[in-house]
DNA sequence: CACCGAGTATGAATCGTTTCAACTCGTGGG
DNA sequence: CCCACGAGTTGAAACGATTCATACTCGGTG
């Protein structure tokens, strides 16, 4: 409790205030036997600057705060590691909210986010949030989206084509003889569930002879995955899909789970059904049949999202704008011979 | 760039400012008129707090530091995930710092989160921090170990009883026949691999006739799991172990890919070599061979840890104490039959 | 010898909130 | 009719760092 301040150390060096400051953060407008004096000053009183003071004086702190959807997600926390790294190159620290898919968290953390004057907020959004962040800009705080784009194109965006990604796995599929596919995803309010969905629409009606089913599932998670693949799995041989697609990976996962593990219907993936997931995490090579997924460039999303935000904050005039990665297919077991 | 003050939102509820600071803070000392009229000020305005001035009377932050050890394992997001919930409870916020097992950055996460006087630290430590957390303690911020014992007991703890699990682990594999078991972790500064490696050890030498390797893999990773895999399927068969015990899950599902995946030579999991790891992530389960592992309560750990440190920053008098969870063995394939 | 200017150092003002002692006012008891 | 009391309200002080106009110091120049 200490609690030793910058007056502490200008009296034990023997200069004022002001000079302190200046040697921590102008060091160029000070002698070096003056720097030398409070340095040791500073040492030896075990000072530990306040950033709230100088946050208070300065209107903004040196955070970023980030919301994300799944922070239980790895292609979620592949993307806060990026943006962790990149928010260290220009001395800044991200602050990891997780709405985990709920309206009030995703909402509480905007406003301990606002509170807290953070640099910008990074925001995979659930909810209906764009109103929110225009009261947020016109009170100062910018906002980028990431993982999704604006539809208004009023805030800059970083995020991936997932109807182009949704293309991509379902025309895996038909190219590889399937002719009933299955989407599994939702909820749907997730626009990039949507979209992917929307993909997989138009890879369908590109082809003939192939029909989409549409599983929709709560939550993005390995266990509503696995539900829905018990459901599957629990219909009789004629009526199941000879392909699912699913909205991530989790969801991939707990469909394989559930196909795979039931020791009395032999169901063979991907013989039977072929599976191609979404975000192509680390584990989706790991699994029980090594799954087929659609690459997202993770890290990079996060690194561009800081990037993108710290120019917008520089220069508050900067138009808004939207990165767009163009998705992967990587093709393995689940959907190969 | 409005920046409203509670001075303008006073103005405009013809109040002084300290009302309006009771109307946030104390409801119960100000009429009800008055608080609606307040109330409607602050709407009106669009009145935000600024956290960083409130800090800075407060002393302290609404905010707590936690230091993980690796952010993509599943094993520490879940663990953030406890502790995230149970901060929420409190009205308080996580900021997540990944150090890598890297010692300069905890140390910088360490640096930051001292200057912004957080509540208090959460920290898997990597590198020697006891001294680095002392000065801490003296400055006035409280930290709490997870995942890992103070050795000293000179700081509250939250853990798990990593020999106990290390003994869990090979003793499973011992009494299901196995002899020459290789445990492979790294690297031993991390005093959880360095426990379970012991735990191991004990296991062997309470049994007769089985031989314990060491093989050292430089981070707790996935890849490096495979890099270890790979060398251990390049071996003649006669020299492979029967058994391997990963230090943690990820380890254990790179050496999985890595002995599934050569087409040629033909290793079966569990039949030519068993394997046990550490964590019990959720994609255990899903893996190519459905992962055998010891099971730690991840949650609850970051909860907990949350609960102790909000104790004793209540009441700074208190005694370090050690809450330590006992680990739970999850029998699955790849030891099985 | 007075004056100049570059190089340094000073310290009061400032950021926005919370706290707290002091004040106001209406009410009920004496 | 006065006083004491309590509930409600006020406004200035404090938190700690940064900024910036001001002041000081010296060596050099006209």
Redesign the pocket.
Known sequence: MA?????D??SRA?????????V???P????A???ERVHAAITDLG????D???Q????HSRTIGLIVLDSRNPFFTDLARGAEDRAADSGLVVMLGNSGEDVARESTYLDVFEEQRVRGVLISPFGDVTARLETLRQRGTRAVLVDRQSEDARFSSVSVDDVAGGSLAVGHLIATGRRRIAFVGGPFEIRQVWERRRGAEMAVAAASGVSLEIIEVPALTVLAGRSAGEAIAARPAADRPDAVFAANDLVAMGILQALTMRGSTDISVPRDIALVGYDDIDFARAAVVPLSSVRQPSALIGQTAVDILMEETSDPALEPRAVVFQPELVVRESTGT
């Open positions: 609690a030793t301040s910058i007056r150390v200008a023997g200069v004022s205030v002001g000079t302190v400051s200046n921590m953060n102008h160029d407008k000070v002698s036997a003056v720097a000072f530990v600057r306040n709230a003071a100088r208070l004086r300065a209107g």
